[in-house]
């Protein structure tokens, strides 16, 4: 049996985080200083789709780590209403595995011209984001051929993980990074040892319409993610949330039978998310969860426990716990008789404005 | 028959910002005049719910009319992670109608010990935000009793309208905010109307169990807050989108008979809305318009066309684009048997961390 690009892909991941690792370091640490000679007073993404999650991912990390305000940049301010928001003062961050959408390339554009830093995190070294922006922090993936991105979305995120580190200049935080590829292999295997045994990956979740995605703090890109894979692939209606946002009006809809996935790996928001699965269960839903607790994976409630390696610190976990939700939206693709290669409807790059 | 709370309070919506424009423009121009004065580096918001969709609002039209690049603040960079993120040259602005929300004041409070300009828009005067915060735009409601808000959804959008437009300084600005009550009333009357000859606003709609609500830009902010009112009265996934976001991946999730509302009056997003409802008629979306253009309301695939009143500019189209949205969500509430002052597992002020 020929596995799909999108398996492929996702069990390429730690080796392409290693890759990036060893050779994306240098260009890393000079982008880092150049941050530190402008100084920014705050940073503006530009991104969309799985990249726009991994500038979610950003956005809690540069704040925790490197005390910085980050805006997810809003592209349709440029190309709709010829506006020029201030960006002199920014960090501009364009990410984007192709680096050809024109709305994300513009907004990296504006902020060039009005003197910001400007930064591509991009697998397209050559591409129109790449020339626009004056550093290149490149992902080095080769080809991705699955249209639903996988390593992409991680190697983004460890890309993103390397320049706060970089910025930071605390070397706990790159020891913190060199043991995540093989936290991310671990993570891969325990999954599939899990299957392997038996567990019942896809019922009843498979057969619902609609779900939502829970996750918090630098879990709560994971969620978007997540959520983006299960519609790409097995077009459900997985929708992310916040705890916070879910109590703020959403929890109406919660009903028995509702699936539920948790993202919920140790740390500060996992108490949070504890919470959270206690008033699910209260109502009736279907809960999955992803955590490395093993109590958290077999409370009253739980119907699927996906695993996670131990030891990943909480601001790298969301690039070890986005791995058995991509690996679950494959299952629940392949439980609907979808192929995970051929999305209705997408393209691979795709170019809007 | 007595009203329930949420259809009175959608009714006095027109009223209520009639009386915020005479009441609070003393208060919003001294809150403008303290904003030139302290000639912030960007903006950062602090709001849940409907809040933060007000606060979603302020990102495009402080983008568009005032050259600021807004944050929507992640609370819990302050509250989970004990993080500092440099707010020192930050207007930050906290939304909340109660003002009782812990996560929402202690962003605020964080803003002010850094020496942010702070800034609360509330219905709650005495509320901890109100005094967390230097500034109080006090949006002058009397209580809102239902717990499903509308009428402090168009204040907070008003008050926030006012202030962009003290910030500018043009004249212009305020004739077009004096003339946006008799608009609304006029949108709720095309609506009754519309209503009263017989539309069949319900069928096929109400028979689902999820739906995508689009909207771009200034209106961006209307597809998330009639979204959450969807889900809060009639328990309906609904879920809002951007038209590009829409194309980065969540498009292979649209199937036949999926409902999809778009909100799209008049303006420099309107051109993307129709080119999305022509792809969504493709798929065989059922689909709802909410406009003041009438040839699209008529265009071939249209199920269902929500008039909006003319002559409302594009920027401050969310006031009027929302309240068919409102109407909209009671009438799939009450289609379903369901009591829009009751919402499962809601209270009327919500506490998060």
């Known amino acids: 049996v020929a596995l799909t690009h999108f398996e492929r892909e996702i069990a390429e991941q730690p080796a392409a985080l290693a890759l990036l690792l060893a050779r994306g370091r240098a260009a890393v640490e000079e982008i880092a200083a150049a941050v530190r000679r402008f100084d920014p007073g705050f940073v503006v993404t530009a991104a969309r789709g799985s990249s726009d999650n991994a500038a979610r991912f950003a956005k809690y990390l540069l704040g925790a780590h490197n005390r910085l305000v980050v805006s997810l940049g809003a592209p349709s301010l440029v190309t709709l209403y010829q506006a020029q928001p201030a960006l002199g003062r920014a960090l501009v961050v364009g990410v984007s595995q192709s680096g050809e959408s024109p709305d994300v390339v513009a907004l990296v554009e504006e902020g060039r011209r009005q003197g910001a830093l400007t930064v591509a995190v991009t697998n397209g070294p050559g591409s129109p984001l790449a020339r626009a922006a004056e550093h290149v922090l490149d992902l080095q993936l080769g080809p991705e051929e699955s249209v639903v991105a996988s390593k992409s979305y991680t190697a983004q995120l460890g890309a993103l993980a390397m320049l706060s580190a970089a910025m930071e200049g605390d070397p706990a935080r790159w020891q913190a990074l060199e043991r995540l590829p093989d936290a991310m292999t671990e993570t891969l295997a325990l999954c599939a040892h899990d299957r392997a045994a038996g567990a019942r990956w896809t019922e009843p979740f498979g057969r619902a319409e609609r779900l939502v995605v829970l996750g918090r703090g630098f879990n709560y890109a994971t969620a978007f993610e997540i959520a983006l894979k299960i519609k790409e692939t097995a077009y459900l209606q997985a929708e992310p949330y916040a705890p916070p946002d879910l109590l703020h009006g959403p929890m109406a809809m919660i009903e028995g039978g509702l699936p539920a996935l948790l993202v919920a790996p140790r740390g ?86």
Chains 1, 2 share one sequence.
């Not at 998310?273 to 279907?286: D, K, V």
Request: hydrophobic share 50%; charged share 20%; no cysteine.
């Open 268 to 353: 500060a928001a996992s108490a949070d998310l504890a919470g959270t699965l206690a008033a699910l269960a209260e109502r009736g839903a279907e809960i999955a969860v992803i955590s490395d607790d093993g109590e958290l994976l077999r409370q009253p409630g739980v119907r699927l426990g996906l695993p996670l390696a131990a030891g990943v610190e909480e601001w790298l976990s969301p690039i070890t716990a986005v791995l058995p939700g991509q690996l679950w939206a494959l299952a629940l693709a392949q439980a609907r008789g979808l192929d995970p290669d051929r999305p209705r409807g997408l393209t691979k790059v795709t170019r809007t404005r």
